[in-house]
């Protein structure tokens, strides 16, 4: 190719929005395959299908044989021929490659995904051996959705157009009465054809609108000296915009008619529904739909569909639960009527046209509103409750509205390694509680009455002494409140964005960056000088000399909570394990005097080398904050039609290595807390010492340890059985010596690879390959855990009685990937 039709090598703006999207780095992963091509039929898909066939167990456990050998046939697929058409993808992010690299890695991708339709059929006509004659008849319908799986699975088919929902998953999952299943089934099996062939026909279009573009840059005779040519550039960038204009439009249309098309067969199905039937199908359709507002929206039809059910004892409950209903109903049905007409969240999320993005602006800005709306009805809905209702009653509605919705941080936090309540896990300790935040993310308020109390209790001080520290704390609040108001009229009340009439926001030019962050700067100083000189007065009151063991305790802590906002500072670079202080672990032991001198001796050389690092960690905070700043207006910028830059460039030197520092910071943090862990661990009672560890990687490390615990207890609860015959025992054990040590190794892999994971180093060349291959591993690895809670609670629900089910109560549900799209 000649010199001047060569593509640039640098990462324009135009590769962020268009080549970052037709080869995204940033999705909820498939498999190892960054989101482009299927994963596996799963377990728990495979369990969903074999239930509409009423298997046996028996039969059930022979699928279960075959699906493990199918899953041996997939991972030798995954690590020869997509393992190559990944490391191809990889080759190519960052730059804009040319149109023969183009159509070969379509090409590719076409072949890898004839090999896995061939697996998955292979699979599919294996199962027939262990199935009926009247079963089989099910199978084609088996083999149709794991077609649409295929297709909608893959990210490409709809680059930066969102995905589409088979209504058919919200039909399975539902609570529908026989009657209702029967009335909708031919609706249902006509939608999933036509639903399938239009998959189909999107996923050939799709690979022809990719090469339309690159088709239009080589018609243009774009070359890498026209875009960086100040004389060239204006021109050549129209051509540019205009292709991928035309591009993103074509990916809208599609996936507006996907959109349609549900939309009517939403409303056709739910015709044939009871009226509670269709509430929560509807319901369930949009949350899929506008997955920002999803959990809301579950959380809100869950509500609704408990006070629904609720059997009143007499009138009075009655008109009360009715009341409450009717208050979130009214609600709640008019918003799932507007998102059910609504199609502006279709638009392209990678398109950079004004008019898309300022439509995006706004129907967000309503999702917020609706999640406010939503919320609001609900707590309405049980202060009517409550004002109505005994609070027994009151909590049964409240265990049914919220079943099984618990927060995986909480609940991984207070949870043992054998999935049991940790009695020691919730601590009210204020030393624990997080800092309030006002007026800017990064500075706390001044220390609390409650604090002001904790720190007297800890250094033993008579009422005499409280009253006069009383006076003092309120001298100094007044300081800090007065420095507070001055923090909200200077240069916190100046946004950094406005919104203009046309609802668009756009950089307000009276916010001046490097003035807002040299006051940000200044006022942190000045409330950290208002902590010092107030503790100071603490000290001389009591009497106490610095450096006294508790009092130092005291003062690192207060210095501690003061830069504690910077873990949540540092953008694209992430570490909760790292804000854990190993003291909180421990509360409960400090507070009953049941520490060792050994242990608190520790504890203190612990955390006197811990806080000079928050406060280094702080300093990085606030840089990283301010070239956050810059980089979101040098964003707008090329928004609005700035000369075309290198984008990667651009971002290294505004941010230059204050990510890697930050991360580096976090890194000694973390390195401080495991070595103090060893010496602790010396020190403590064994299961002590073991509740400390397990506690500290399941509070770091919540989404990994909150999974698979229901699987955990399922299973020890059913080893505990006293009636399990011999079969059944030996067959539970088996279970358990191969889940255990399994799991427990996943997710010790999981945990590395959340360390080493840091997205900042996707915008770094020479570390963008090798963040690509951790995120891969680690979708596999959560992959391969999934299939283990599945295995776990399908071998259950086949070796145990109907009432050895009961006595464990039930199993959970399947586990299934989260279906949030970014």
Known sequence: MPHNRRRPRTLLWLVLAVVMTIFPAGRVLAQGTMGMLPDPMTTTELMRDLDRLDLSPEQKQAAQRLHAQYRDRFAVLHDNDIKELMQQMGDMSGTLPERAKIEKLMSDMDRVQRKIAGVDNRFLDELQIVLTDEQRAGLERIRLRRERARYRQSALNFAGGGTVTDISEIVDEIELSPDTRTRIAPTLEAYEFALTRDLRDVAEASARTIISFFDALDEAGLAEDALQNPETAAEAMKVVVEAQKRMFVEVEQRSLDMFDKNRKAVKALAASMTDAEAMRFRAQFVAREEQAIGPIMLRTVGWWSALHDFEPTDDAERETV??????????????????????????????????????????????????????????????????????????????????????????????????????????????????????????????????????????????????????????????????????????????????????????????????????????????????????????????????????????????????????????????????????????????????????????????????????????????????????????????????????????????????????????AIVQLNLATIDELQRTLPDDEAERMRDRYFRIGFPQIYSSGQSAHRALRRSLRLPNLSVSQREQLEELASTFFPAFDAINDQLVDATRQQQPWLMFNQDTQQEWMARQRRSETLKYERRELEANVITTLSTTLDPDQLRQVGGLPALPKKDPRGW
Not at 475 to 501: C, I, K
Not at 511 to 538: G, I, K, M, N, S
Not at 598 to 609: P, Q
């Open 322 to 667: 009715n009341g409450a209903r009717n208050t979130i109903e009214q609600t709640l049905a008019p918003i799932i009527t507007e998102l059910m007409k609504t199609s502006v969240a279709r638009a392209s999320m990678g398109s950079l046209d004004p008019d898309a993005m300022s439509a995006r602006q706004t129907y967000f800005q309503r999702l917020g509103e609706i999640t406010s709306e939503l919320a609001t009805s609900i707590e309405e809905a049980r202060a009517q409750l409550a004002a109505g209702l005994a609070p027994t009653r009151v909590s049964e509605i409240a265990a049914s509205a919220e079943g099984g919705s618990v927060d995986t941080a909480v609940a991984a936090q207070n949870t043992n390694a054998g999935g049991e309540e940790d009695p020691s896990a919730r601590s009210t300790d204020i030393l624990d509680a997080p800092p309030v935040i006002v007026v800017d993310n990064l500075i706390i308020g001044r220390i609390r009455d409650v604090e002001l109390r904790r720190y007297a209790g800890m250094l033993g001080v008579d009422d005499d002494t409280q009253k006069r520290l009383d006076e003092a704390h309120a001298a100094y609040a007044a300081q800090y409140d007065a420095m507070e108001e001055r923090m909200r009229t200077g240069y916190g009340s100046v946004p950094s964005y406005l919104q203009n009439e046309d609802g668009q926001f756009r950089p307000n030019p009276a916010f001046d960056v490097e003035a807002y962050h040299t006051a940000r700067r200044q006022f942190a100083q000045e409330a950290r000088d208002l902590d010092d000189a107030f503790l100071e007065q603490v000290r001389t009151i009591v009497d106490v000399q610095p450096d006294d063991a508790a009092w130092k305790r005291i003062v690192d802590h207060r210095l501690r909570r003061r830069m504690s906002p910077a873990f949540n500072a540092g953008m694209g670079v992430s570490s909760q394990e790292a804000s854990i202080e190993l003291g909180s672990l421990l509360r409960h032991l400090e507070q009953r005097n049941e520490l060792s001198p050994e242990t608190l001796e520790v504890l203190r050389r612990y955390e006197a080398a811990l806080t000079p690092l928050y406060v280094i960690l702080y300093d990085r905070a606030l840089t990283i904050n301010k070239a956050t700043d810059r980089w979101q207006i040098k964003q707008q910028e090329y928004v609005d039609g700035a000369p075309p830059v290198d984008v990667a460039e651009s971002y290294r030197a505004i941010f230059g290595n204050s990510q890697q520092q930050f991360a580096e910071t976090l890194t």
